[in-house]
Structures are given as C-alpha cells and as structure tokens.
C-alpha cells in the first residue's frame, strides 16, 4: 500500500505544480497516471507546440515545460504510478482515503487531488464513411511531431486554437498548408486568427471557409480529400495528409460514478475557497473542474493547484498558522538574496 499526505490523479502540468506547492508546505505528494509518461495532453497530444502564454517564458515547448515542472518537482521526490488508472475510492476513516487503481494498487492518502484534465483523450472524428480505413494513413487526429510534415502537403480542419496553431506553425514547414472551416468565424484566440489571416495574405496558407470535408480519397492512404464550400459544387484538394482537429471527447471514466457534482462531463468545485468538490477533502484542480467563469488554460491549473493546497495543509494541520513567504524572500534561513541562493531557499519556505 502507496501512504501519502495529497494523492493527485492526473499527471498533466496541474497535478504536477501541485506537488512542488504541496512540497513548499512540507506535504508529500503521489502521482497516478493512466498513461507512461507524465505531462498530460502536453505530452501526449502537442509535444512540440509552443506554448505563449506561460508567464516569464515569451515561448515554450510543451514537452520542454513538462521536463521543467519535472525538475521544479524532483526536490520534493513525488511519488508517481504511471500506465494505471484511479477507478474507485472509499473514506476509510476520518483521516484517510483510499483509491484503488485498475491495477489493484492501493494509495492510502489524507486527501485527494483529482487533476485529470480532460479524463481519456476522445478526439473527435469527422462522420464520414471511410474515415478508419486512412487513420494513421494520411489522417491523422494529433500533431505529434511537426517533422513529419516536412514538405508535405497538409489540409486541417476546425475552427479552434488547435486548428489555428497547427496551419500557423506547419506553414513554415509543410510544402502546402490549407485550413478548412464550416464557418468565417473562428473559435480560437483572437491573436491566433490575426496570425492566420497574415499569412493568407502572404500566401502561405489557404484558408477554405465556409467549408466542409466531405470525404477522403486515395489507395491506401490519403492522397486528396473532398471539400464542400457553401453553395458550390463539391471539389478535390490533393494533399499527403488531413488533419482534423475538431477537440476532444472528455471522458471522465469511473471518477463519474464517486458521487461527484458533475455538469457536462466536469467536476464542480468552489471556486470561491479552494477548489474542493462536494465530497469533503477531494478537490478538482485544472481542465476536469468547473465552475463560473472557468478557463482551460495551464496557468489557471497552476494558480488552482496553489490553493488546494492550502486548502489541504489547513485541514492536515488545523490551528495552525500558516505564514505565507515568498520562496525569494530576504532572510529565508540565512538567504543573502542572490539567486543561486534562491534556489536553496525553495525547499525551506515553511518551517
Ligand atoms: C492542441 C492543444 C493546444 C493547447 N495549447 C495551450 C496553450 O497554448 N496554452 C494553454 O494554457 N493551454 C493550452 N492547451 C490546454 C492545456 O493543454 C490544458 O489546459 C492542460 O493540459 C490542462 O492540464 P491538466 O493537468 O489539468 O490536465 P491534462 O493535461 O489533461 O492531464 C490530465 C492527466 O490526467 C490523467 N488522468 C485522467 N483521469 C485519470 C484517472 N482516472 N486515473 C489516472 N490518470 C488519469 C490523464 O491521463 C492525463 O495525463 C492546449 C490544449 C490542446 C489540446
């Protein structure tokens, strides 16, 4: 049996911050992942996208921030269990819970962490009838490694930050990037849509609006797909690969039936006080959650990993005065305010 003060179920960028501020609180933190690897959809969906909005860092690689968090991490020696998913808990007493994964490993923890993103990743596929004849033929659901693209021609399609990243990034390396979406309007950031418009202009990707692809073509593998536009007679694109990125199904599996508030397909939690759900000591941190206002985005995960763990520190140590100090500050334990001895002071921020 796996004993730990927080268990986090979920090791995307979430769960993972959670450990190192669990750590500056002097909790122990163990991770459970249903897929090998840490990291979450950074990982396992868009490692080589950059990412822009991460505070103090004007780009990041997904996979490079998961290898970063992974060392913030590695001081406070989390604990991991990977390729095995939490199916069921029960409260054993009024200190510990117990989850069993699909495995039948047991974590014995004083609260839980649920930071499971989107569950199981679903994408969503496009209804035509032939689609599984080409997947991973030519049609392909994630952008795993841009390289493959290399002079290739590409057609995606979807109307979201996906679909917009993608044709902006892949412009600069595929031989032909078109982006097909069913309406003029896109879902995506605003910044993202200005991107894509630039470099229609510029001629480096063809934008198809508003449009469908209606089929696929091609002996083995995708050598052209079928486009609808609004009005018009139904044409061919010849292209090497189709991209349709039109989100992901969230599944919530067995986490579904714990008794949770669920509203489409997340788990509500109060967001006024620290994220906790209705059962007392489980808390939803990250893209799983929901309440008013609730944006997936990382850096919401970070701040909301920050004050579950508060949360949690208060109810393993009640009475206790909890003072925050930077892990910067002056005079942390004899801190001279230089960086490198910053660094050391990380690990001594409560005492
Ligand atoms: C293509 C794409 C581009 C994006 N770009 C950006 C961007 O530029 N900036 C940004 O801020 N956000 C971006 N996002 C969103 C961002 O990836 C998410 O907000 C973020 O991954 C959420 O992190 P998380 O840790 O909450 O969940 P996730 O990253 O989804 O990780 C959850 C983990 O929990 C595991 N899990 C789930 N259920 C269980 C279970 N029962 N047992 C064990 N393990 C379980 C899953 O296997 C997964 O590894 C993008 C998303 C996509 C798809």
Redesign the pocket.
């Known amino acids: 049996m796996i004993t730990t003060d927080i268990l986090i ?8 911050f959670a450990v190192f501020e669990a750590g500056l609180l002097k909790m122990k933190c163990h991770i ?4 090998p690897q ?9 490692p080589k ?6 505070p103090g860092y004007p780009s990041v690689n ?1 996979g490079e921030l998961v290898d970063n968090l992974m060392e913030q991490i590695k001081q406070f020696q989390p604990g991991f269990t990977l390729g ?4 069921s808990y029960t409260k054993v007493d009024d200190e510990w819970f117990e989850v069993v ?1 699909n495995k039948g490993t047991v974590h014995r923890c004083k609260a839980i962490a ?8 679903e994408p969503r596929k496009p209804t035509f009838e032939n689609v599984a004849d080409y997947e991973e033929k030519g049609l392909e659901y ?2 795993k490694e841009p390289e493959h693209f290399r002079n290739k021609r590409v057609v995606i399609a979807g109307g979201g ?2 679909a917009l ?2 044709s902006v990034f892949l412009s600069n390396v595929a031989s032909e990037v078109t982006l097909i979406h069913r309406r003029n309007e896109f879902r995506g950031a605003l910044d993202s849509v200005e991107k894509v418009q630039d470099l229609k202009n510029q001629g480096k990707i063809k934008l198809i609006t508003p449009a469908e692809v209606t089929g696929i073509k091609g002996d083995g593998k995708v050598e052209a797909i079928t486009v609808a536009v609004d009005g018009q007679d139904p044409y061919d694109i010849e292209t090497d690969y189709f991209i349709p ?1 039109f ?2 199904t969230p599944k ?4 579904g039936n714990w008794g949770l508030n669920i509203e489409k397909n997340a788990i509500v939690v109060n967001n006024a006080l620290d994220y906790q759900t209705n059962i007392d000591g489980i808390y939803a ?4 959650n929901t309440y008013p206002g609730k944006l ?6 970070f701040h909301e990993a920050t004050l579950m763990c508060q949360s949690v520190y208060n109810r393993l140590n009640p009475g206790k005065k909890f003072v925050l100090k930077y892990t910067t500050v002056s005079g942390v334990d004899g801190f001279d305010g230089s960086r490198k001895e910053a660094e050391k002071a990380v690990v001594k921020k409560i005492d």
Do not use: H, M, N, R
Request: charged share 15%; hydrophobic share 50%; glycine share 18%.
């Open positions: 179920i979920g090791a995307g960028p979430t769960g993972l459970i992942d249903a897929l840490p990291g979450g959809q950074l990982a396992e969906l868009y996208k950059p990412i822009f909005d991460i997904a095995e998913t939490a199916i994964t649920i930071a499971g993103g989107l569950g199981t990743f994630f952008v930050d996906s990243d993608w990125l989100g992901l919530l599996g067995e986490i941190i990250g893209d799983i997936k985005l990382i850096l919401c995960g």
